[in-house]
């Protein structure tokens, strides 16, 4: 019989983290997303391994306080199981996703604004989104289930501890979570680049605000800019046609607290 000249199929990479995790489990990676997750008593932790060296650094942030017991593994294990391209720092911790809190507790959860994302898909942007929410005190974000990324390692390493701090609020319908955000007392601020008037020469006041931004190109969909109190831009060079969205929602924030 004569011998194929077919090369040999490449061996299967292991599953990716989601898949391994079992059902409802996800792995986080990085020392920060880790940390955070460890100190968040809403996280149902399942299991962590470190090197060594990431376990000394976990030990010093945790005054030694563990809520699950730290197994010890090499840098080579986990490409088992994380993607390629994940900066662990010798750190993954197997956790069940975080509870989808109702719209009216997120609002409740404190004072400051709220964003509202209208298909914004990139986890590393959300995740910087996140991080830009927790450093300016934001309450909540609030997004639509089917046009968002779901909760991800990699997505909680943009973070960077955040996802842990700033309620996420996933929700079947944007324009009817901007009406009752309306009825609960905030101010609907889309940003756009052609509105008339910047964020900062807008008539904020006092008022609390929801601040909705669209994705990257194509914006806020038209039924969301309706659902807007008020549609306000950055004030950006004539030479720049945008920012990302993510950094957008920082300079935006900023501006919120100056206000």
């Known amino acids: 019989?004569?011998?194929?000249?077919?090369?040999?199929?490449?061996?299967?990479?292991?599953?990716?983290?989601?898949?391994?995790?079992?059902?409802g489990g996800l792995w986080l990676h990085g020392l920060h997303a880790v940390a955070?997750?460890?100190?968040?008593?809403?996280?149902?932790?399942?299991?962590?391994?470190v090197t060594e060296e990431a376990e000394a650094a976990l030990a010093a942030r945790l005054d030694g306080r563990w809520r699950v017991a730290p197994e010890r593994a090499e840098r080579g294990r986990f490409a088992t199981f994380l993607p390629e391209d994940a900066v662990h720092q010798g750190a993954a911790l197997l956790v069940e996703p975080l509870p989808n809190l109702t719209l009216d507790r997120a609002v409740e959860h404190g004072s400051g604004p709220v964003l509202v994302l209208d298909q914004v898909t990139d986890p590393r942007n959300i995740g910087a989104?996140?991080?830009?929410?927790?450093?300016?005190?934001?309450?909540?974000?609030?997004?639509q289930d089917r046009h968002a990324p779901p909760e991800t390692g990699a997505l909680a390493r943009a973070a960077s501890g955040a996802l842990e701090i700033v309620p996420v609020v996933r929700v079947v319908n944007l324009s009817r979570a901007l009406d009752e955000l309306k009825k609960a007392g905030l101010w609907v601020v889309g940003l756009a680049g052609e509105a008339p008037v910047t964020l900062a020469q807008s008539g904020l006041g006092g008022r609390r605000v929801a601040l909705v931004l669209g994705?990257?190109?194509?914006?806020?969909?038209?039924?969301?800019?309706?659902?807007?109190?008020?549609?306000?831009?950055?004030?950006i060079a004539p030479e720049m046609e945008s920012l990302n969205v993510s950094a957008a929602a920082a300079v935006a924030l900023y501006e919120l607290g100056r206000k």
Do not use: H, Y
């Open 215 to 235: 994705a990257e190109g194509d914006g806020m969909r038209r039924l969301t800019r309706e659902s807007c109190d008020e549609l306000c831009r950055l004030p």
């Open 36 to 49: 955070a997750a460890l100190a968040n008593p809403a996280r149902r932790l399942k299991r962590l391994l």
């Open 129 to 143: 989104i996140l991080r830009s929410a927790a450093a300016f005190g934001a309450s909540a974000l609030v997004m």
């Open 1 to 23: 019989m004569r011998r194929s000249s077919q090369t040999p199929p490449a061996p299967r990479r292991p599953p990716q983290p989601e898949a391994r995790g079992g059902a």
